[in-house]
């Protein structure tokens, strides 16, 4: 349906999502007309009393009735008196007002708009039209006039008008310059290359049109770094996952030609028969030159330090062993270092210590050497339980680069540093190549780095190892913890830990104490002792229990598991609920957050638990540990339930209990680090329910998805002896 009329008022604008108001003069179909209607959809620079002709349909809403669901618009100019002199005179143009409005229509008639457009002169002939009337005048519509038509073509091209918007935003009025010469120069994380494609197939692209292919090798290489991990392919592979990617069989020899185009642009790099994205290749280069500098710089050393340090042991009463005192020491004469240990090690001790030397050596309190010494973390639980553990400020590294999640950016950056003296990194296994990249190049070059973490976890969601690859070149200074300081509370649990690390079973510490239980069951029986669990700490705060399992499509996956939890935890008693897909949920059930979301505080792995759904705003509020946050439908799918999370989900977060299913069923994700991450994750009691040849198959499987990266090549050549 078409509908025809003039913008009256602008109800809501939010990232160029609009409701608003339209008095609608002409309709396609048979409606009341002269009417004012409520309309929503997205825009772009519309003004009110703009002329307006929009295609949609009408809907009812739950709350505010009938409303009419704009799905594209075009801006049309005035062409009767009272709309051009309504228009010259509204808010777009400053400083005209209704009297010179009238004015200029008395003299330039019906045609007005489009004589200002082409002859702006024929204003001087105007009494009361100033230099500066005139050039508002004629830079206005030309920027509005340049809008709409935009927004126009690229609806035309294929575009609806929510990324239509979004392009202009970005490129401004060289938006159809750059899609005319490239359609996938626009390629980005907003865009995919399979959203980008489409459209330049429906606009007349040859399937073989060197553009698409040079735009289908970016992507597979891309698409391999993030699901693999690694950071190079090699030449025949790039070949192999491009015709499957552009479903085409393309020639060798243009695969070829084009490759060396980019290679030629500098957008693909090889080195040694290795195939990188030119980002990738630039960040293990930054990445092993930056370390190899510190860890190369001359050593200093403050006689203070172990003044200070002796004077903490006098005070606080707490002994360190050889390897945590080396470690606490050369946190002052080494610019470079990293401190790895199991849990229990004493990791966190060591942090504390070297925060509590800083703060008698800069003569300030933890809150005064804030600006000083930097603590992250990967997730914003981490960050939380480090900064709960220390007693110190910590953010996440998202967060201190001052991530902008709609373009993806980082505005600490290397154009804006940020000065801090000592930046320490926790749970580093879990940074990957980019994210490192990104950090070292927002800080300053002599920014003492200290790396703590443990690589026999889990390795990062993205690209790299970079910890694994650091620790293994064996070019760098290695603290590594092997003292279990926590083997008193929690012993059954870390030696568990330290057998899977070493490819020991060890039943012999299985339900000897309350710390550590094994429940034997298989696939059939898993459930009983599933639901059994649930009942005993249904109660419980949802921040103190987790419960694990590898997969989510299988008989007993995540997310079966997750509502047999949900109706036991959570069950329903006439609370509000929503359908999100095929998934209900309850005010009040516990769910886990798949993204980061910076501007409102959480990041990806949150819990929060549903604390309000709006069905008629189609808004849900959900709680992470008091912070209320609001999602509106475009986000729903940004979380999911949490009563049961995978065991990579978990990663970076530590809990009192800890539930770990482990069945044959999971065959293929039955591996050391997978089963050595679950059980680290646990604090003070330890359920592994499923069967004993799963668990012994995850303490014997070494096998991991090794990750080919050539960061260790890069070290080796920024430190030939």
């Not at 010494?373 to 709960?388: D, H, N, S």
């Not at 509020?621 to 940004?638: E, M, R, S």
Request: charged fraction near 25%.
């Amino acid at each position: 349906m078409e509908i025809k009329g003039v913008l009256k008022k602008i109800i809501y604008n939010r990232d160029n999502y609009y409701v608003g108001l339209i008095r609608v003069k002409e309709a396609s179909e048979d409606i009341p007309l002269d009417k004012t209607y409520t309309f929503t959809g997205y825009m772009q620079g519309v003004n009110i009393e703009d002329n307006l002709k929009m295609k949609g349909k009408f809907v009812t809403h739950d709350k505010y009735g009938e409303q009419f669901s704009m799905d594209s618009y075009e801006v049309m100019m005035p062409d009767e008196k009272d709309g051009i002199v309504s228009f010259l005179s509204s808010d777009m143009f400053p400083g005209i007002g209704e009297g010179k409005a009238k004015k200029i229509y008395d003299k330039l008639g019906i045609d007005t708009i489009n004589i200002i457009l082409t002859d702006k002169d024929k204003l001087k002939e105007i009494k009361g039209v100033t230099k500066k009337d005139i050039n508002v005048l004629y830079t206005k519509l030309l920027e509005y006039q340049d809008i709409s038509d935009t927004i126009i073509k690229l609806n035309d091209l294929g575009f609806n008008t929510k990324d239509s918007t979004s392009l202009y935003n970005k490129y401004k009025s060289n938006i159809l310059n750059i899609l005319n010469e490239n359609i996938y120069n626009v390629i980005d994380t907003s865009f995919s290359f399979k959203k980008i494609d489409l459209i330049a197939l429906k606009n007349n692209y040859a399937m073989d049109d060197k553009r698409r292919i040079k735009a289908g090798i970016l992507y597979v290489i891309s698409e391999v770094n993030f699901n693999l991990g690694d950071t190079y392919l090699l030449y025949n592979e790039i070949y192999s996952y491009l015709i499957r990617a552009i479903n085409i069989d393309v020639s060798f020899s243009l695969y070829e030609e084009v490759m060396n185009e980019l290679i030629n642009e500098k957008k693909v790099i090889i080195n040694n028969d290795k195939y990188y994205l030119d980002k990738m290749y630039m960040a293990e280069v930054n990445i092993a030159k930056r370390f190899s500098y510190l860890n190369n710089k001359k050593t200093t050393n403050n006689k203070n330090t172990r003044k200070i340090y002796e004077k903490i042991i006098r005070y606080t009463g707490i002994f360190y062993n050889d390897k945590q005192e080396e470690a606490i020491l050369s946190a002052f004469n080494k610019d470079f270092m990293i401190i790895t240990g199991g849990p229990g090690t004493g990791k966190t001790t060591i942090i504390k210590a070297i925060i509590k030397i800083y703060e008698e050596l800069y003569k300030k309190n933890v809150d005064g050497i804030g600006e000083r010494v930097t603590l992250l973390a990967p997730t914003g639980r981490a960050a939380k339980r480090m900064m709960e553990a220390v007693g110190f400020r910590a953010s996440t590294i998202h967060s201190f680069l001052k991530w902008n999640m709609d373009t993806d950016t980082f505005s600490v950056n290397e154009y804006n540093k940020v000065k801090t003296d000592v930046l320490i990194i926790d749970e580093a296994s879990m940074v990957d190549t980019y994210l490192m990249d990104s950090l070292l190049k927002g800080i300053y070059y002599d920014t003492k780095i200290i790396l703590v973490g443990d690589y026999h976890q889990l390795p990062s969601v993205g690209p790299g190892e970079i910890l694994k690859d650091l620790i293994l070149s064996k070019k760098f200074l290695t603290i590594e913890l092997n003292v279990l300081y926590r083997a008193k509370e929690n012993s059954n649990i870390l030696t568990l830990a330290d057998n899977i690390r070493n490819n020991v079973f060890g039943k012999n510490i299985m339900n000897v104490s309350n710390d550590l239980t094994f429940i034997p069951c298989n696939s059939n029986s898993v459930l009983d002792s599933f639901i059994e669990i649930c009942e005993q700490y249904k109660n419980y705060n949802y921040n103190d229990i987790a419960i694990l399992a590898p997969m989510y499509k299988t008989k007993n996956g995540i997310d079966k598991l997750n509502l047999i939890a949900r109706e036991i935890i959570n069950p329903y008693v006439n609370q509000n609920e929503i359908m999100i897909g095929d998934i209900k949920y309850y005010e009040k059930d516990k769910v886990i957050l798949l993204v980061n979301m910076p501007d409102y505080g959480v990041y990806n792995g949150d819990i929060g638990i549903i604390d309000t759904i709006d069905n008629i705003l189609k808004e849900i509020y959900i709680d992470f540990d008091g912070n209320i946050v609001k999602f509106t439908k475009k986000d729903f799918y940004n979380f999911r339930h949490g009563y049961v999370m995978s065991i990579h989900k978990s990663q970076g977060s530590e809990y009192k209990i800890v539930i770990v299913i482990m069945l044959n069923e999971y065959k293929r994700m039955l591996y050391k680090k997978l089963l050595y991450t679950a059980v680290t994750r646990c604090k003070e009691r330890l359920y592994l329910l499923g069967e004993e040849t799963a668990i012994i198959e995850c303490i014997h499987n070494d096998y991991e998805n090794t990750r080919r990266t050539t960061l260790l090549d890069r070290i080796i050549e920024f430190n030939n002896d």
